[in-house]
């Protein structure tokens, strides 16, 4: 502990006596100051205790001592020590009401006790005082160090916590707490996830202070990681601010998280090439030879039904230049749902594309389905200003397969390209095969492509029907939709059913197309269908 009046006094070499302030001598003492001028306020930073003789001060006269002491309390001096024998034999009356009134301790200090050797021995306690914080400090380093190689970050946070009497907790990329330490801490954590996701958004290193509303603890947050977004976050939970030692203990712990951290990156990328070389042995055919690869890494994933997920982002580069990423936002969501739910997940890069196998009906599934609906949902405000300003629409776009096995993998591959283009095609974030089967082709027919053949196709009866010699397109409509029976048609159109035939008769002569073939009789029904939705 730093040195306090207290200590002084009871310093048998300095003979000090308390003359008033008795109750508050265990304040501490920042540094011992010797000043003899009327007014030493100015110079004065708090926490020092005050050395004079009275030079320059009438300390018999009860209201300059007032205003005096009154200055010193004001600015944070600690105590006032007052040599006697030198101007005056004993403290003035005057300054020690003074004191007792502003309860500002008064040290009395003997003419044979020179102010030197206060200030030596505030400065040897002051320098005890860190060096026994540096011995610490060292101390936690090694036991923090030793923690984090045979107990990994769990460790790391059991030792932090230990070393600063309170609680501390590990949050990965997404925000989500990975550990604490004690394990009670967990819903203390949990609840400063919206701070997590404050700090996050600032460039590494960040630091804050914040406390949950019922002002339990005070807690500090620091990110995680080298690069320019944090890759992690560290809470620190304790009663009362860090002193030296402690924020030694909790620098180690940042570099050692920080370290593992990165280590963490590393051999995240090297298992994504190991991966690469996994898919691209699925989609080749040779499950036998991609469990072979994975080995423990991956091999659990295909022994169970997954899921084939490919994403792309049309506007990937400058939304990373922003540091908004949505491939990498996407992956890090379904990473960090697959490692809290004790899931495998492969997650491979490929340029503007992400391609994941995650397990059927896991999290990792599921937090994929919820990023999508919370990106189209935030999507949705956007999608005025971004046709305004004449931007890129659809930043990201997900398909995913339906559940499939190791030796269905390439065709689960074109499932969720399929899934991808349709979801592309709709103007939605994320299509699941299942939904191609379950909806309607309609939709499919807003292509451009189908839109102008169809208009190709029945431009002929458009033009016939616009001469006002009979109503072809609308005729055609009827008769298709009644699956070519003569008498429902007519009934539909109110016309007799040999006025049916013969417009059909028309209706071939002008295509140069027969309507018995069956072929015929499906262009034409999606062509009017294409030129209906428009």
Known sequence: MPPTLASLVH????????????????????WAHVSELADPVPYMEGGELLLITALKLDAEDPEAMRRYVKRLAGAGVVGLGFAVGVNYEEIPKALVDAAEGEGLPLL?????????????????????????????????????????????????????????DGWAALYDASGAVVATAPEWAGRRAARLTADVERLRERPAPASS??????????????????????RAALAVGTAAALGTAERYAVH?????????????????????????????????????????????????LLDAPFRLIIAES???????????????????????????????????????????????????????????????????????????AGGEEDEL????????????????YKQAEQALSVARRRGRVFVGHEQLAAGSVLPLLADDAV?????????????????????????????????????AA????????????????????????????PDVRMELWLALKATSAE
């Not at 914040?210 to 977004?229: K, Q």
């Not at 559940?403 to 993998?409: F, H, L, T």
């Not at 029945?458 to 005729?475: M, N, P």
Request: hydrophobic content about 45%; aromatic content about 4%; some cysteine.
């Open 252 to 300: 180690s712990a940042i570099a050692l998280l920080t370290l593992t951290t990165e280590r963490s990156r590393s051999l995240h990328a090297a298992e994504q090439r190991i991966g690469a070389a996994v898919l691209r042995m699925l989609l080749a055919g040779e499950p036998d030879h991609a469990r072979a690869v994975a080995g423990h890494l991956y091999g659990g």
């Open 397 to 412: 776009v997900v398909g995913a397969s339906a559940p499939v096995g190791p030796i269905a993998a390439a065709a689960a």
């Open 209 to 230: 202070v914040v406390g949950p509303p019922d002002n339990e603890d005070r807690v500090e947050l620091h990110s995680l990681g080298t690069g320019r977004r944090p």
């Open 451 to 487: 839109k102008a053949f169809a208009d190709g196709l029945l431009r002929a009866l458009y033009e016939h029907d616009a001469t006002g010699r009979g109503d072809l397109v609308a005729s055609l409509r009827a008769w298709l939709s009644r699956h070519g029976q003569w008498d």
């Open 490 to 517: 007519a009934a539909d159109l109110g016309v007799h059913r040999h006025t049916l035939r013969y417009r059909m008769r028309r209706v071939e002569e002008i295509l140069g197309r027969s309507l018995d073939d």
């Open 314 to 388: 049309a506007a990937r580069a400058a939304a990373a230049d922003a540091g908004g990423d949505p491939l990498a936002g996407l992956a890090e969501t379904m990473e960090s749902a697959a490692a809290r739910a004790g899931e495998a997940v492969l997650v491979v890069p490929e340029g503007e594309r992400l391609v994941v196998l995650a397990a059927d009906g896991g999290a990792a599934v599921t937090a994929c389905g919820e990023y999508a609906a919370a990106v189209e949902a935030a999507r949705g405000g956007a999608d005025a200003v971004r046709d305004a």
């Open 11 to 30: 310093h048998s070499a300095l003979k000090l006596t308390v003359r008033a302030g008795e109750d508050r001598l265990d304040v501490p003492v920042r």
């Open 108 to 164: 009395e200090v003997p003419r044979r006790t020179p102010f030197l050797a206060i200030s030596k021995a505030v400065s040897a306690a002051i320098a005890a005082d860190q060096y026994r914080a540096v011995t610490a400090g060292f101390a936690a380093q090694r036991e923090l160090t030793k923690q984090a190689l045979t107990g990994g970050p769990e460790g790391v946070l059991s030792a932090l916590a230990s070393q600063v």
